[in-house]
């Protein structure tokens, strides 16, 4: 807030301590009331969107390289959603399990958990062998899925 102080009259202040309601009127004219303290919890959240919005899409493209780096082993790779955290769910091509292939899932999981953040976004990844879409089709979210293209 002290930076806002310095330039007074270019700011509404609020604070969540105020007990006011606040009008405002929306660029399609909606007219709505609420009180401060809805209004900075609501700004607030905002933020903390946008900077997940933010994450996910450096993990996506994450995850992307890396599909696209491994794609000589993988025949699909997607992001999901599954009980509240994202999964990337790779299928290989391989009908075998490949030690050498899971450990470099685990060290592309570890990174990304190390990147600026990991708080925001709770990523797990997991590998299956070679399946078909009724196999593997169980661990996606039909409303929640990115597929990488490789």
Not at 129 to 150: A, D, I, V
Request: negative net charge; aromatic residues 10%.
């Amino acid at each position: 807030m002290e930076g806002c102080m310095q330039k007074q009259a270019e700011f509404v202040k609020l604070s969540w301590d105020d007990t006011r309601s606040l009008c405002y009127k929306t660029e399609d004219s909606h007219i709505g009331v609420t009180t401060v303290q809805q209004a900075v919890n609501r700004l607030q959240f905002a933020d903390h969107l946008l900077d997940l919005i933010s994450h996910l899409e450096d993990v996506k493209d994450s995850l992307a390289k890396w599909s696209f780096e491994h794609r000589d082993k993988i025949e699909k790779a997607f992001l999901t959603l599954q009980d509240n955290r994202f999964l990337f769910l790779v299928i290989t091509k391989a009908i075998n399990f490949d030690d050498n292939f899971e450990d470099e899932l685990s060290d592309l999981d570890i990174d990304i958990a190390k990147k600026k953040g990991e708080s925001l976004l709770h990523l797990s990844v997991q590998a299956l062998p070679h399946c078909g879409k009724e196999q593997y089709g169980s661990f996606l979210n039909p409303q929640m899925t990115f597929e990488c293209r490789m």
